[in-house]
């Protein structure tokens, strides 16, 4: 089993900052998928950003060069550092995981992913 929690989530104006945690823990093996999704109310769950355990990683269009996907394996934590918040980021975020390094890539769908955090709630501003 693999136990995500995130942190970090808040409320900001828009073009402002933050920063989300994943703590992570359990069995992930040597080869794995880690990212982040988000939801916002009425709509689909969507990817935002994945990290494949070779570093390899990807985004959303709607996220390129605002957000960045980093790991801290020493401290088994997954970080979304998220600039320029706009409006249509507020969502629920949540850290999603796969043993399989695989279902890392561009517009994979939340169903490759059975481990999840419990979310957590970003709101933006204008």
């Known amino acids: 089993q693999v136990q995500l929690v995130e942190s970090g989530g808040g409320s900001v104006q828009g073009g402002g900052s933050l920063r989300l945690s994943c703590a992570a823990s359990?069995?992930?093996?040597?080869?794995?998928?880690l990212g982040w999704f988000r939801q916002a109310p009425g709509k689909e769950r969507e990817g935002v950003a994945l990290?494949?355990?070779?570093?390899?990683?990807y985004y959303a269009d709607s996220v390129k060069g605002r957000f960045t996907i980093s790991q801290d394996k020493a401290k088994n934590t997954l970080y979304l550092q998220m600039n320029n918040l706009r409006p249509e980021d507020a969502a629920m975020y949540y850290c999603?995981?796969?043993?399989?390094?695989?279902?890392?890539?561009?517009?994979?769908?939340?169903?490759?992913?059975?481990?999840w955090g419990q979310g957590t709630q970003v709101t933006v501003s204008s």
């Open positions: 359990g069995y992930l093996s040597s080869t794995y998928c």
């Open positions: 990290r494949k355990s070779d570093g390899s990683t």
């Open positions: 999603a995981a796969s043993r399989m390094a695989y279902v890392c890539y561009s517009g994979s769908s939340s169903g490759n992913f059975p481990y």
